[in-house]
T-cell receptor, first 113, second 114 residues
Framework: DAGVIQSPRHEVTEMGQEVTLRCKPI?????LFWYRQTMMRGLELLIY????????DSGMPEDRFSAKMPNASFSTLKIQPSEPRDSAVYFC???????????FGNGTRLTVT | AQTVTQSQPEMSVQEAETVTLSCTYD???????LFWYKQPPSRQMILVIR??????QNATENRFSVNFQKAAKSFSLKISDSQLGDTAMYFC???????????FGSGTQLTVLP
């Protein structure tokens, strides 16, 4: 089991550019989550999917953020256009079933200059 | 809404000693789950231990154990025989039984001193 795989590990981009973060969940897991971690706000849930369907996106900051899960093994989080305040570590996590623990990827550190 | 409070931003412990990290939570739910996650400098979030609210017995995983006091809404983590590799940020987290939103505390930075 390779665990949750995120790419890239680091991303540096200029304000206004489009950023796409990628995630491959653990095979067989039916829930996928996107979290953002900052010093000021800690870990925040942005959105989660169940069986590839978005269930709750109330944590998505604004329309600049979008997430997709075209199949059970892949998800993207896109920011367009990016802003310096989007700088954070973005985590993807997956789980099997409703009440099982979340397994996290190594995160993507995004820096927007 | 659920809240999770970790009142100790930083702690330190000597290698081989025991340390306890505090966590309290606030909820009106009766069915829920509690977790401790560890985030070392590598940044990965690693599950340390899990407790189901309906279980009275405290969870234990090797050197890690919890003291779950449901009435007091307290969920502390005890690390015995601390090792240098235990140095990390530790997050307490709450999960409602009816939903998938994991709520995290603000974290406690633990440093194990040689």
């Amino acid at each position: 089991d390779a665990g949750v795989i995120q790419s890239p590990r680091h991303e540096v981009t200029e304000m206004g550019q489009e950023v796409t973060l990628r995630c491959k969940p653990i095979s067989g897991h039916d829930y996928l989550f996107w979290y953002r971690q900052t010093m000021m706000r800690g870990l925040e849930l942005l959105i989660y999917f169940n069986n590839n369907v978005p269930i709750d996106d109330s944590g998505m900051p604004e329309d600049r953020f979008s997430a997709k899960m075209p199949n059970a093994s892949f998800s993207t989080l896109k920011i367009q256009p990016s802003e310096p305040r989007d700088s954070a570590v973005y985590f993807c996590a997956s789980s099997r079933g409703l009440n099982s623990p979340l397994h996290f990827g190594n995160g993507t550190r995004l820096t927007v200059t | 809404a659920q809240t999770v409070t970790q009142s100790q931003p930083e702690m330190s412990v000597q290698e081989a000693e025991t340390v306890t990290l505090s966590c309290t939570y606030d909820t009106s739910e009766s069915n829920y789950y509690l977790f401790w996650y560890k985030q070392p400098p590598s940044r990965q979030m690693i599950l340390v231990i899990r407790q189901e609210a309906y279980k009275q017995q405290n969870a234990t995983e090797n050197r890690f154990s919890v003291n779950f006091q449901k009435a007091a809404k307290s969920f502390s983590l005890k690390i015995s025989d601390s090792q240098l590799g235990d140095t990390a940020m530790y997050f307490c987290a709450f999960l409602r039984g009816s939903a998938r939103q994991l709520t995290f505390g603000s974290g406690t930075q633990l440093t194990v001193l040689p």
